[in-house]
């Protein structure tokens, strides 16, 4: 059974740093693309980041680029966000997932299993 677990969230100021964890169990990275999506009150699920195993391809959405970094540790299988200079518009719900249907690595459409969220919210 696939699970994944989120944590790190929380409250910080603007210009602030949190690191997320996505405690994964039931595959390997090595098996599936994974990725961080984030939903804010009001919009749609997106794409944060995520990568692709085949090539180790890493896509960062424009917004976060140069600012958020993903990672993994496939010995504890442990993903990780990264995310410095955080913005107020960085406020949302964040959430680790891995893919199940063929498609582009960096939609949301694609990805079958999902954490249950940890809060992001970034103050100015």
């Known amino acids: 059974e696939v699970q994944l677990v989120e944590s790190g969230g929380g409250l910080v100021q603007a210009g602030g740093s949190l690191r997320l964890s996505c405690a994964a169990s039931?595959?390997?990275?090595?098996?599936?693309?994974i990725g961080w999506f984030r939903q804010a009150p009001g919009k749609e699920r997106e794409g944060v980041s995520c990568?692709?195993?085949?090539?180790?391809?890493?896509y960062y959405a424009d917004s976060v680029k140069g600012r958020f970094t993903f990672s993994v540790d496939n010995a504890k299988n442990t993903m990780y966000l990264q995310m410095n200079v955080l913005k107020p518009e960085d406020t949302a719900v964040y959430y680790c997932?891995?893919?199940?249907?063929?498609?582009?690595?960096?939609?949301?459409?694609?990805?079958?299993?999902w954490g249950q969220g940890t809060q992001v919210t970034v103050s100015s």
């Open positions: 997932a891995t893919k199940t249907a063929s498609g582009p690595y960096s939609s949301v459409d694609y990805y079958g299993y």
């Open positions: 039931g595959f390997t990275f090595d098996d599936y693309a």
């Open positions: 990568i692709r195993p085949s090539d180790n391809s890493i």
